[in-house]
């Protein structure tokens, strides 16, 4: 399987902006793509965003689009999260997965591995 580990997070005001950070290491050639999660306090993760590592494809949860972008620099095995205009909704822990298949319209993850996230609080 393929682990990841996220860094980047931390306290920001609303408004602000913060640069998310993902490196993916081991079975790497199995996977296809990354993707972001959310999880907010005390609720299920959430899809954020998600990436191709071979041509860059990308799509985005309505909530973000316009603010969050995604990228990837395959020659470091890493994908970032960059999020502008945050909002307090956006607080949580941010975790990184790849991706074994991946549509315009789904994906599926490469296995149940989560990596131990990293913390975004967005204050008001």
């Known amino acids: 399987q393929v682990q990841s580990v996220e860094s980047g997070g931390g306290v920001v005001q609303a408004g602000g902006s913060l640069r998310l950070s993902c490196v993916a290491s081991?079975?790497?050639?199995?996977?296809?793509?990354m993707a972001w999660f959310l999880q907010p306090p005390g609720k299920g993760r959430e899809f954020v965003a998600r990436i191709t590592w071979r041509g860059g494809e990308k799509q985005y949860a309505d909530s973000v689009k316009g603010r969050f972008a995604i990228s990837r620099d395959n020659a470091k095995n890493t994908v970032y999260l960059e999020m502008n205009s945050l909002k307090p909704d956006d607080t949580g822990v941010y975790y990184c997965?790849?991706?074994?298949?991946?549509?315009?319209?789904?994906?599926?993850?490469?296995?149940?591995?989560w990596g131990q996230g990293t913390q975004v609080t967005v204050s008001s």
């Open positions: 997965t790849s991706l074994k298949y991946y549509s315009a319209s789904s994906f599926l993850r490469e296995s149940d591995y």
């Open positions: 081991g079975r790497t050639f199995r996977s296809v793509g």
